[in-house]
């Protein structure tokens, strides 16, 4: 994996969870446990999804293999059916799919900033 790659991943994955981390002790101390928890588990399985999307279409674009052209749809398919099965797990309660996703939307904010700095870092 490239290291312009393992650095953005190494700072997102930092970022997302000191955030995480905030946002649940704000909720915490709110007595919102059960949101903060749930919005942290939507953050956590935005990062891992977004770390291995990234190992994947690294080792896609950088090794030769028969049957790639199958496997990376393939993969992105079991991600999203993985991360589908998660969220109904919350949906009993439509705070707790909202709190799953904006987990994730935190994480596509961080992803965003973290992506804007290091380019202007490297620049």
Known sequence: MPKDLKNIIKSVANNNLISGIVVF???VLLKQ?????????????SMLNFIVSA????MYLSKLKKNKAILFPLSYLIRIVIIVAIAVVF????????AFLLGFIIHYVILGITTI???KGSG
């Open 25 to 27: 002790l704000i909720l």
């Open 33 to 45: 446990y059960n949101i903060g928890l749930i919005i942290l588990i939507g953050l956590i399985v």
């Open 55 to 58: 190992i994947i279409t690294s």
């Open 91 to 98: 949906s009993n309660r439509i705070e707790n799919l909202l």
């Open 117 to 119: 700095k290091v380019q």
